[in-house]
């Protein structure tokens, strides 16, 4: 079964809002990462964040985690159309080899 | 080099055949990772190379499901006996590694959709 659970499944905003995404997991992990995919296309990575952080900042993104809830969330500042697309979280264990993704959240940002 | 690169991008194939796919991942990487992905689900793994060793196999692949990773460089993926719950998006990625074994982020290809009529 998957490890990652995005929430919500799908997100529709107006432009210049905030989407704010959260990923649970089961087990312990080395890091966890998040990802988009444009519709067709591959992924491309966002961020990572180790276990031992608590939070990561990247441009409008905001990543925090939190080992004892085993949950992440994802928060994009300021959105804009162009970042309509489906955002994954993808775990890696402890011996960081096996990336497992969860099904991903849908964010449409209208203009 | 500019990225992870796939070939072919698309195959469309009729069941009962075999194929074959390409990756090609950035070149100092030592780690390529295949994943299916069908529509509305995120990537599921498949399989993991560490250069030219195949580390790890996901226990939902099966039989017809093989990956190469010859001289630690480019990897093949083949499916043997296409049925058409084959049909998905098979996509590639390559990392690099952290000393203690963690991983970096990983790059993936731009994907080879796979339709089995």
């Known amino acids: 079964s998957q490890q990652g659970e995005e929430d919500p499944q799908a997100l529709s905003i107006q432009e210049g809002e905030n989407a704010t995404m959260n990923c649970s997991y089961k087990?312990?992990?080395?890091?966890l990462q998040w990802y988009r995919q444009n519709s067709g296309r591959g992924l491309v990575h966002l961020i990572l964040?180790?276990?031992?952080?608590r939070e990561k900042h990247s441009g409008r993104l905001r990543v925090t985690l939190d080992t004892s809830k085993k949950s992440s969330s994802l928060l994009i500042t300021a959105s804009r159309a162009a970042d309509t697309a489906s955002y994954f979280c993808?775990?890696?264990?402890?011996?960081?080899?096996?990336?497992?993704f969860g099904p991903g959240t849908r964010l449409s940002v209208l203009p | 080099d500019t990225g992870v690169s796939q070939d072919p991008r698309h195959k469309i194939t009729k069941r009962g055949q075999n194929v074959t796919f390409r990756c090609d991942p950035i070149?100092?990487?030592?780690?390529l990772y295949w994943y299916r992905q069908t529509l509305g689900q995120g990537p599921e793994f498949l399989t993991y190379?560490?250069?030219?060793?195949?580390?790890?196999k996901s226990r939902l692949l099966s039989d017809r499901f093989s990956a190469e990773r010859p001289k630690g460089s480019f990897s093949t993926l083949e499916i043997q006996r296409t049925e058409q719950g084959d049909s998905a998006m098979y996509l590639c990625?390559?990392?690099?590694?952290?000393?203690?074994?963690?991983?970096?982020?990983?790059?993936f290809g731009p994907g080879t959709r796979l339709t089995v009529t």
């Open positions: 990625a390559s990392s690099r590694t952290l000393g203690e074994g963690g991983s970096y982020e990983q790059y």
């Open positions: 087990t312990s992990i080395n890091n």
């Open positions: 190379f560490q250069n030219e060793a195949q580390l790890e």
């Open positions: 993808a775990t890696v264990n402890g011996y960081g080899q096996n990336f497992v």
């Open positions: 964040i180790r276990s031992n952080e």
């Open positions: 070149s100092e990487h030592n780690r």
